[in-house]
């Protein structure tokens, strides 16, 4: 489907991640191990807040272009500096390429990303987007499933309550896929920052959800790892969640549990379950 990765820390230049890693998300997008499709070259997307406080305002650079041909990506990501940011690489499915249909999603302070997908989304799309509270649907831009559930969140609450807006805007698209037949109707990954902590969900209706790491603390890692340079240019609070892991160092990625959000603020991770109940 796709691959993305969320950062909060000490502020980096984006390419660190995106770029420089051993598996980094370019290189994911020509190859990707884990994912659904192998290559995701549908589209780039990168969006990064100033600073970590909550109400700061992200800026979002989108691209048709895929990740790995890109010039703009690696000349912007390496002139950035920024405390927290989102990156994506797009496989399409049934909606146009095009750069309103690139992750990450904005809407205020508030940042989205998505891998998977809402099943026979064309069946349900129009119920799905006459849900979404009107004075929000005008700032609804591409066609894709994912900014549609985006904005089926917000209209939930998302703002006041990241973990159950989202989880109420699963159970409606639950419930209109069901009323069409479709048993499993969401697939995913999800990603949502307010500027200062990152939500973090594995979940879909069958319980085989695409897969979701963490990073280690850095300070393990370095214990772990004296002879690895590069993890010397990160900050002790530098962390990193992401579609797969960006190295094949053993122990440095976490695998998040099947139904469960994954928090991440300055103070670390928490994990709690997310729409666990049968």
């Keep these: 489907m796709c691959r993305w990765l969320a950062y909060l820390g000490e502020p980096i230049q984006p390419s660190k991640l995106i770029v420089d890693t051993p598996n980094s998300l370019v290189a994911q997008s020509l190859n990707s191990p884990l994912g659904a499709q192998t290559v995701n070259g549908d589209g780039f997307g990168l969006a990064w807040y100033p600073d ?30 920024t405390p927290l940011f989102f990156a994506h690489v797009r496989a399409a499915t049934l909606p146009p390429v095009q750069k309103t249909n690139c992750h990450p999603f ?7 990303m998505h891998n998977g997908v809402i099943r026979e989304f064309p069946r349900l799309h129009r119920q799905l987007a006459l849900a ?12 894709t499933d994912s900014e549609v559930l985006f904005f089926l ?61 963490h990073s280690e603390d850095v300070t393990t890692l370095r214990m772990l790892y004296p002879e690895v340079e590069r993890l010397q240019g990160y900050g002790e609070q530098s962390r990193v969640i992401v579609s797969e892991p960006l190295s094949d160092l053993p122990d440095a990625f976490h695998e998040v549990p099947e139904s469960t959000v994954a928090i991440l ?4 991770y928490r994990h709690e379950p997310f729409l666990q109940e049968a």
């Design 52 to 81: 970590a406080t909550a109400e700061s305002t992200p800026a979002v650079f989108r691209s048709i272009e895929p990740a790995w041909h890109d010039e703009n990506v690696r000349e912007l990501s390496r002139a950035i500096e």
């Design 106 to 112: 904005r809407y205020e302070s508030w940042l989205f």
């Design 132 to 143: 979404i509270a009107p004075e929000l649907f005008e700032s609804v831009r591409g066609t």
């Design 153 to 213: 969140a917000l209209t939930h609450g998302l703002r006041e309550d990241p973990v159950g807006g989202l989880a109420r805007a699963i159970r409606e698209v639950e419930q209109v896929g069901r009323a069409h037949g479709i048993p499993y109707p969401v697939q995913g990954t999800f990603a949502i920052s307010n500027g200062s902590t990152v939500w973090a969900f594995r979940y879909s209706s069958e319980r085989r959800s695409r897969t979701l790491f």
């Design 265 to 268: 603020d300055m103070n670390g």
